[in-house]
């Protein structure tokens, strides 16, 4: 889609600046105290929401959830089977109307943009856009080869931006829509063999912000919205093998949800559990030398020891990059 800029609007007066910012804070504190249940919740019924990494994991639950209150679902995955079992779950559910698959390596900058030109013609524009795909590679700095630390980046990070600059423009000329960025607490705390990761989470957070930031540099109370997620493990089988001494490792089912209803109750930031805010403003008040003996008692140091992840993953690019790369799975 060609995109033309959009005028930036005029600075408010200092004084206005100065109430909004209280307005927000005060907004925000009683929010915090909400739960969910009794939040406002908009209507996806009928809206287009694509789901990167939608064949596997809290993807899959999202793409399922966000069916049964009637979106239309658009489900990028590189891993066929994965694209299979999402198949097979909405015709359990009688759903297989409201899904479409599409086979791609997100990896890849110029297939990105190939299959979102092909989406918008074959399904329409998107209205809420979910990067949620990732991999982790689990490895120490020193032995973690370099394809892998760039792969980590490219589908993690990189992907984001092109997701972000396809569908973007669509969203600002309907003044309308919503992008969720699937961070993880590993985007503003960091533990071991997992440099990467980390790396590339913490870019999805600085994205998110940026984002925001240029959005309202539009428009003050930007119609379009975005959510940033940033959850615990989850027991999805992506961390098989890592250890937490701190806290279980979450439900998928319940994090799904968790997503679900914040993207639909429009929240900004979604941490898992919730508590971890306070981690992170600890984070940055203490000196960081302050961090070692922390981590050192929460078992950071072990935790990745024994981890296994998802073996297949790599099996599963170098099939789709050889042989089906951009593949349509289901039309
Ligand atoms: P998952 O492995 O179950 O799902 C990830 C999906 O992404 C898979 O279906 C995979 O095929 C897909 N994918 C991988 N590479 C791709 C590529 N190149 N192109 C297209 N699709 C690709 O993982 P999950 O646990 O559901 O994780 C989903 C998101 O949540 C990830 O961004 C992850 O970093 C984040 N997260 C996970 C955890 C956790 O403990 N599992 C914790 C915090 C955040």
């Known amino acids: 889609m060609v995109w033309t800029k959009s005028p930036i609007r005029p ?17 925000g504190i009683v929010l915090f105290f909400i739960p969910d249940s009794f939040r406002e919740k908009k209507d996806v019924t009928g809206k287009n929401v694509l789901i990167t990494g939608g064949g596997s994991g809290i993807g899959q639950l999202m793409a399922l959830k966000l069916a049964k209150l009637g979106a239309r679902v658009i489900v990028w995955d590189i891993n066929e089977d994965g694209l299979e079992m999402t198949k097979q779950l909405f015709t359990a559910n009688k759903m297989e109307q409201q899904l479409h698959c599409y086979q791609i390596d997100i990896g890849k900058r110029e297939t990105i943009y190939q299959l979102a ?9 998107i209205d809420i856009l979910i990067n949620n795909a990732g991999i982790v590679t689990g490895r120490a700095l020193l032995e973690t080869p370099d394809e892998c630390i760039e792969q980590s980046l490219r589908i993690n990070t990189l992907s984001h931006f092109y997701m972000v600059k396809a ?6 000329k309907r003044s309308s829509g919503h992008i969720v960025t699937i961070a993880s607490i590993a985007g503003n ?7 990467d990761y980390h790396a590339s989470k913490f870019a999805n957070v600085g994205f998110d912000l940026a984002l925001r930031m240029e959005l309202a540099q539009i428009q003050l109370d930007s119609k379009i919205k975005t ?8 027991n999805t089988g992506m ?26 109750s429009e929240q900004s930031e979604i941490i898992l559990p919730w508590f971890f805010w306070f981690f992170f403003a600890i984070l940055v008040t203490v000196p960081s030398k302050c961090l070692i003996p922390l981590a050192d008692a929460f078992g950071v140091f072990t935790m990745m020891t024994q981890f296994r ?6 099996t599963n690019m170098k099939t789709s990059n050889n042989n089906n790369n951009g593949k349509l799975n289901n039309e």
Not at 11 to 27: A, I, K, R, S
Not at 189 to 195: D, E, Y
Not at 309 to 314: L, T, V
Request: hydrophobic share 50%; aromatic share 14%.
């Open 11 to 27: 600075t408010n007066p200092m004084v206005l600046n100065f109430v909004l910012f209280f307005y927000y804070l005060f907004e």
């Open 117 to 125: 030109e092909l989406v918008r013609k074959q399904v329409g524009p």
């Open 167 to 172: 569908f973007l423009p669509e969203m600002i």
């Open 189 to 195: 705390l960091s533990g071991c063999n997992l440099a």
């Open 227 to 234: 959510t940033i997620v940033k959850p615990f493990f989850i």
């Open 239 to 264: 961390f098989a093998g890592a250890r937490s001494r701190m806290l279980p490792f979450l439900e998928p089912d319940h994090v799904a949800e968790r997503i679900v209803d914040g993207i639909r």
């Open 309 to 314: 992840g998802r073996r297949n993953i790599s």
